[in-house]
């Protein structure tokens, strides 16, 4: 099983919808988190902890992360994946961005090493 996280600012648009997209891959878990303190569910210690892959929507987002989780991220791999925050929860476009690239992160992943 693979466990995959997504982050935005609030956890109300983006990460939710990424979550639901991939929740229902076979072999797959999904949550989502916020990184603000308004967030709808704030990222904590044991979302880093749980996840393999952390997939955030923009690079702010990366940083929060490492400024307060540092240690916790040593052998975790964070894709920025450049959303804006202009999407509402399940925008098709939205969906198709996060189910190409994801679908092309994860495959990349778990690829032969190259070199």
């Not at 949550?31 to 308004?38: C, D, E, I, K």
């Not at 996840?51 to 929060?64: G, L, P, Q, T, W």
């Not at 991220?73 to 959303?83: G, P, Q, R, Y």
């Not at 969906?95 to 495959?107: G, R, S």
């Amino acid at each position: 099983m693979t466990k995959l996280l997504f982050v935005c600012s609030r956890n109300q648009w983006r990460s939710p919808t990424g979550e639901q997209v991939w929740r229902r891959q076979p072999g797959i878990q999904a949550r989502s988190a916020g990184t603000s303190p308004n967030a709808r569910r704030k990222i904590s210690a044991g979302d880093i902890s749980w996840a393999d892959v952390i997939f955030v929507m923009e690079k702010k987002h990366k940083n929060r992360i490492v400024a307060e989780f540092g240690r916790l991220l040593e052998h975790k791999t964070i894709h920025v994946l450049d959303i804006p925050d202009e999407y509402q929860y399940m925008d098709p476009e939205l969906v198709e961005q996060l189910t190409d690239v994801v679908a092309y992160l994860l495959a990349d992943q778990s690829g032969p090493p190259q070199g």
